[in-house]
C-alpha cells in the first residue's frame, strides 16, 4: 500500500500513501496530497479518529468548526473526531501537505479508491460527491466521513441505505473495481 497514488480530477488533488496502517501497527495512517489550486473539499466531520494537517509547500486552507485557517509551511492544526473542517487551497498555485489519520482506518484508504475512482469515471459532481445515492451512502460508511446541516438529518437514512446496499453486493463491487 506504501506509494501508492490516488488522483481526483473533481477536487483536484493528488494523495500518496506514505505511511499505511501496516506499517504503523494501526496506530496512524499518513499520506501527502497535492492540491491544485481551487481544490479542496466540503464541510465534514469523522466519528472516529482525528486528522492531523501539516502544510508542506505553499499556503494550505483549513476550514475547522466553520473557521478558516491559513497554515504556512511547517504548521499543523488538527482536526478532533467529531469536529467540523475541509481543506483547501486559497492560492493560484499547487499546495503540498501532510494528513495524519490517527488512529489508522484501512477502510480509509478503500473510500479514496472508490472516491477518486468514481471521480475519475465522472460518477461524482463537480464537487467529488457520488451520483448515485447507493455509492454516496457506501462512500459515506467507509470513510466515516459525516456532513452538517441539512444533510445532517438523511445521515440515518444514508447509512440504513448504505447496510442494505451492501447486502445487495454494492459495496463489493465498488471495492472489486477500484480497490484491486
Given amino acids: 500500500m506504501k506509494g501508492r497514488v490516488f488522483e481526483n480530477p473533481r477536487i483536484k488533488d493528488k494523495v500518496t500513501v506514505l505511511e499505511s496502517h501496516e506499517d504503523t501497527a494501526g496506530e496512524y495512517l499518513l499520506v501527502e496530497v497535492e492540491m491544485l489550486a481551487g ?4 464541510w465534514h466531520y469523522h466519528t472516529s479518529f482525528d486528522e492531523e494537517f501539516t502544510a508542506i ?3 494550505l486552507g483549513i476550514g475547522l468548526n466553520r473557521t478558516n485557517l491559513h497554515l504556512q509551511p511547517g504548521e499543523k492544526v488538527v482536526a478532533k473526531k467529531g469536529e467540523l473542517h475541509r ?3 486559497p492560492g493560484n498555485s499547487t499546495v503540498r501537505f501532510r494528513v495524519k489519520i490517527m488512529p489508522a482506518r484501512p477502510s480509509f484508504l478503500q473510500s ?7 471521480a475519475s469515471d465522472g460518477l461524482t459532481n463537480k464537487k467529488g460527491i ?3 445515492l447507493d455509492h454516496l451512502a457506501c462512500l459515506l460508511d467507509i470513510s466515516d466521513t459525516r456532513l452538517p446541516g441539512f444533510l445532517s438529518l438523511i445521515t440515518p437514512y444514508l447509512l440504513r441505505r448504505a447496510a442494505r446496499a451492501r447486502k445487495r453486493g454494492v459495496e463489493k ?5 477500484y480497490w484491486a
Avoid at 481544490?39 to 466540503?42: E, L
Avoid at 479514496?112 to 468514481?118: H, M, P, Q, R, V
Avoid at 463491487?173 to 473495481?177: D, N, P, V
Fill in 173 to 177: 463491487k465498488l471495492l472489486e473495481k
Fill in 87 to 89: 481543506f483547501f487551497n
Fill in 130 to 132: 457520488p451520483k448515485k
Fill in 39 to 42: 481544490g479542496g473539499n466540503a
Fill in 112 to 118: 479514496l479508491c472508490i472516491g477518486y475512482g468514481l
Fill in 57 to 59: 509547500e505553499g499556503v
